[in-house]
């Protein structure tokens, strides 16, 4: 029996650095499971389409498919943007099977990825002193999705017994910089803030900007192609391919 093909569905971004991350983080999970078909794919700004991937799958024989969606939290674009594109696949294609997994989310695991990126950020600054952590993220109107995003600042900070912030890039306040501002109030002068955006791109870009405009003596790159991240990509499939055996 053929195993369920993998589409790792992100967001995409007229960045092509985005795409390239993306890319990367794919090769990772290939690297890990030779034996599967995995492709990636793109909701929007980028290419391929899902519905691209989908085609092309179902030209190669394959009839079950499961989708990881390459998203941080469970917002909009989890819960009503990745449905659509299945639906829409479905209708085109009536006798495939496609399970949608739980989204990456922000798994604990993820921590490990951070700390690697600080480190580097830090390394690249020169600085061996911190005070004070600001994780920022992309913020959604969704207030569950925040949340998560707090709770990850929230074991972060535990873990290296300092304060943390987390903020956002947009939808919801603090922004990075007021994040950043607010403990240099405090009397705090040693602050790095940490991406946790999946790729590159506009907002990161951007939060990454107004931190330092704010004061923030090292700002992180995103998290990437980590063998964390890959691994979580293959823990959601192993459960959607699950979910497709017949009872």
């Known amino acids: ?4 093909a993998l589409v790792a569905l992100a967001h995409g971004s007229r960045d092509p650095r985005s795409a390239e991350t993306i890319g990367a983080l794919v090769d990772e999970v290939r690297a890990t499971r030779p034996d599967l078909r995995i492709e990636k794919a793109f909701l929007e700004l980028a290419k391929p389409s899902f519905q691209t991937v989908v085609d092309r799958l179902v030209r190669a024989g394959h009839d079950e498919i499961v989708v990881v969606p390459l998203l941080l939290t469970e917002a909009y674009h989890a819960k009503v943007d990745v449905p659509a594109v299945i639906a829409a696949a479905t209708e085109r294609h009536p ?16 921590l490990e990825v951070l700390d690697v990126r600080m480190r580097e ?7 061996r002193e911190l005070d004070a952590l600001v994780l920022v993220a992309a913020g959604s109107s969704d207030a569950l999705a925040n949340q998560s995003v707090a709770r990850m600042a929230r074991l972060w900070g535990a873990h290296h017994k300092l304060p943390v912030t987390a903020a956002f890039a947009s ?6 910089g007021e994040a950043v501002r607010a403990f240099r109030a405090e009397g705090r002068r040693h602050i790095a803030v940490a991406s946790l955006f999946l790729a590159p791109g506009f907002l990161p870009d951007r939060a990454a ?3 330092l405009e704010a004061g923030a003596i090292a700002v992180s790159e995103s998290l990437g192609a980590h063998p964390e991240i890959a691994r979580a990509v293959l ?13």
């Not at 029996?1 to 369920?4: E, G, I, K, N, V």
């Not at 950020?121 to 600085?127: D, F, G, N, T």
């Not at 192993?238 to 017949?246: D, I, R, S």
């Open 1 to 4: 029996m053929t195993a369920p």
């Open 95 to 110: 006798d495939l099977k496609i399970r949608a997994t739980k989204v990456l989310g922000l798994e604990n695991s993820f």
């Open 121 to 127: 950020a830090l390394q690249r600054s020169r600085v």
């Open 171 to 176: 939808a919801a306040p603090p922004a990075a």
């Open 209 to 211: 900007e107004l931190s």
């Open 235 to 247: 823990a959601r499939y192993a459960v959607g391919a699950v979910e497709l055996v017949p009872v």
